[in-house]
């Protein structure tokens, strides 16, 4: 995979200053990661005007920036740990698979999954980003962020206004949404929650065209709904 030298140069240099204590010198790390001086400077001129990378005396150490994006990822990882038995109670049940997702950069982004065991199943979408427009699970969501995204996602889309946000109110009405994907000939049946660490989240289930039927569709939605209601209670804990 082809990389951008300079933002591979700038990953060194963290990673150094990582690994030796936060007590590097300019000296120390040009030596170690064989860059000139000036050129070395200019890296950490920027790094530490992100404040990725502080300055004191002579010594750099990482800076703050990187505490808050940690602390951001650590959510991520928490949400994951505690609605992850939700996540294998709901494929348990029906043995379709199931999707968690938070909002990153404008984006839906995956971050947990339980499989179905049929033979003929999803392949991996955890790691991925998507456009809220695109999805069930990303109208489910962004349902529950601020009106001036929706304005956003209608820009940048070229989806009506007037439509997207009749849309969103519905599923704010209604609780959930139900779109079939095309792309992979199935059903995806989500709902999301906001306010849970800070964020919203969203679950949702696909199910294959063949295997989907109104009768299963609305079983499920009675479970997640009641399944919404048990995690904002034990959230509230």
């Known amino acids: 995979m082809k990389t951008i030298q300079s933002i591979d140069r700038a990953m060194l240099i963290l990673e150094y200053i990582a690994q030796h204590n936060n007590t590097c010198t300019l000296t ?3 030596t170690a990661l064989e860059l000139k001086l000036p050129t070395l400077h200019g890296f950490l001129a920027t790094l530490e005007a992100w404040n990725v990378v502080s300055k004191n005396g002579n010594k750099y150490s990482l800076g703050g ?3 808050e994006l940690g602390k951001v990822f650590e959510s991520h990882l928490s949400v994951q740990a505690i609605l992850h038995p939700y996540l294998e109670q709901l494929a348990a049940k029906f043995d379709e698979t199931i999707y ?3 909002p990153s950069d404008k984006k839906l982004l995956y971050i947990d999954e339980v499989e179905s ?3 003929l199943r999803l392949s991996s979408i955890v790691g991925t980003t998507e456009a809220y427009e695109t999805s069930a699970m990303g ?5 529950n962020l601020p009106e001036a995204l929706w304005q956003e996602v ?3 889309s070229g989806v009506e206004l007037d439509l997207l ?8 009405k209604k609780g959930y949404y139900i779109h079939r994907k095309p792309n992979c000939d199935c059903y995806c049946i989500a709902i999301a929650l906001a306010g849970i660490h800070h964020t919203t989240i969203g679950i949702s289930m696909f199910i294959p ?3 989907y039927t109104e009768e299963l569709a609305q079983k499920v939605i009675d479970v997640m709904i009641e399944m919404r209601g048990r995690i904002r209670a034990e959230w509230k804990r």
């Open 165 to 172: 946000q009749s849309k969103l109110l519905g599923i704010q």
């Open 154 to 156: 209608a820009e940048q």
């Open 139 to 143: 109208m489910a969501v962004l349902a």
């Open 28 to 30: 120390d790390i040009s």
């Open 65 to 67: 920036k990187l505490f």
């Open 117 to 119: 065991k049929h033979p």
């Open 209 to 211: 065209a063949y295997r």
């Open 100 to 102: 968690l997702a938070i």
